[in-house]
Nanobody
Framework: QVQLVESGGGLVQAGGSLRLSCAAS????????MGWFRQVPGKEREFVAS????????YYGDVVKGRFTISRDNAKNAVYLQMNSLKPEDTALYYC???????????????????WGQGTQVTVSS
């Protein structure tokens, strides 16, 4: 059984920064790709970023590229999302998700991720 717990969300002014964390437990974290997604009520879930099992490859959604950075610490069973230059349109519930074993992390569809956390709310005020 895999458990993913997100933290680090909150209220921030436009232009500010937040760092989200996702703590994983269960099956061997270091062998699985990880991803971050976000969702606003009434809208489809959106791909934000992903990282390969070994951290060697990272991928970003077009709207966050250049502002967000995904990273992982396999020794701590954690994945992070550093969010800079935040905009009001970044307001959403952010989820981390576990992908496939030894995967490059390039998958942008939520269907490629088997386990999900409960989410952490990020609100960016204008």
């Amino acid at each position: 059984q895999v458990q993913l717990v997100e933290s680090g969300g909150g209220l921030v002014q436009a232009g500010g920064s937040l760092r989200l964390s996702c703590a994983a437990s269960g099956r061997t974290f270091s062998t699985y790709s990880m991803g971050w997604f976000r969702q606003v009520p009434g809208k489809e879930r959106e791909f934000v970023a992903s990282i390969s099992w070994d951290g060697g490859f990272t991928y970003y959604g077009d709207v966050v590229k250049g502002r967000f950075t995904i990273s992982r610490d396999n020794a701590k069973n954690a994945v992070y999302l550093q969010m800079n230059s935040l905009k009001p349109e970044d307001t959403a519930l952010y989820y981390c998700a576990q992908g496939r074993k030894f995967a490059s992390g390039s998958a942008r569809s939520g269907n490629a991720y088997g386990y999900w956390g409960q989410g952490t709310q990020v609100t960016v005020s204008s």
